[in-house]
């Protein structure tokens, strides 16, 4: 999935653009707002979808090599946040949606789960 | 250097401890590799040969233990006895063995007045199952060792003075690290922002992905602990070495006391204010440790973290 298609299906806006993102196929994305479950359980390349705006949430996605970030749930994003971002090189999408509608329509679109738990339903 | 006899035996009686409660079925080699009663010597000594062990139990038909044979007990054949021989001509009767069910404690007693090579491992119907020797314990323990744990008097003296690790046994150096980040903990907000400082770093001197991953995600973990344990002052380093990438991070706070309790999956103190921001569930140390392939932590109370992982750059690491 590109960039576009997410952000159409999860209507989100988007808050900073990281380079290349645009070509990049986006396979799979994880839900939490409990930032060591993202260190425990991420796959590299993944996309985050969590309501925490912190400056940890984007630490974390780019420890463990996320390509981006679903703000869910509408919430408001400082400025020093966009700036990490932008620093660490991470995509930053807002979307109203609550995390359980944003999670359904992109799994409904193909994007695969990081933590893999999905392989149990086929 | 480790000399063969006297080190070994230190460091597997240290180690031992630590595992005092271990089976010894859990660490045996088995099956066993044994021969019968009438085996001639010559074949005897081709499997040990070709199997490159010492020695090996002699079992009955009924795989009941009878003896052991060992290299000794070759070359008495050699030297006065025909390699035609059976087996129980020449083997040692008066066999010290396990049970499947004893303990390293077991072990260690027997090691300490025996001194025997290996010693045969028997079940409760006396049949042999397996072999154990000091190697399979020290092998044993080093797998099982993503960390080691030191808790008693040693820890004092090390938190005292110059850091050593554990693992390399060399001295910490500080002052030559090839990276250092002073870790602010009075912000739960920069909790994050040394681990993406050196996975930059790593980045740019060619270290592989994947492993600049696990780096940056162990050190996240240390870096968050810092900040929302220690309630002080604490330092990253980094040292890029040959072979292998070592990160140390320490701080003088208020220490673990219960260690072995810290490292239980979904075990934490973290406060309130700090589970707001995601942390504080209990993840830290276990996922440190999964992600390092050698890991040692050294604190007691009010004495200050020392956490010490080494990442190998080959595929070497467990």
Known sequence: ?122 | MISPHNDVDKLVNILSKVFSNTSIENIMSSPPIVVTEETKIKYAKEVMRIKGISGMPVIKRNLKLAGILSIEDIIKVFESGDLNDHVDKWMTKDVVYLSNTDTIMKFLELNDSKKFGRYPVCNDSGKVVGVVTKLDILEWMFKKLGYIYVHDDRRYKTLNKQFVSSITGEEVNRENSDFKFKVNYKSVEMVGLGATKLKKFLIEKGIKQDLVRKISISTYEGEANIVIHSNSEGCIYCWINEDHIKVFIEDRGKGIEDIETALTEGYSTAPENVREKGFGAGMGLPNMKRFSDRMTLISSLNKGVKLEMLFYLNDQGG
């Open chain 1, 1 to 122: 999935m590109n960039l576009d298609k997410l952000i159409e299906l999860t209507k989100s806006k988007v808050i900073t653009k990281s380079d290349n993102i645009n070509e990049f196929d986006i396979e799979y994305a994880g839900a939490s707002d409990l930032m060591s479950d993202f260190l425990a359980f991420s796959k590299e390349n993944m996309f985050l979808i969590t309501g925490l705006t912190s400056p940890q949430t984007i630490t974390t996605a780019a420890v463990i090599g996320a390509k981006g970030i679903i703000f869910v749930r509408g919430k408001e994003i400082k400025e020093n946040i966009i700036k990490i971002a932008k620093d660490l090189d991470i995509t930053i999408l807002k979307s109203n949606l609550s995390m359980y509608v944003a999670c359904a329509v992109l799994y409904n679109n193909g994007l695969k789960d990081s933590m893999g738990t999905d392989e149990a339903l086929k």
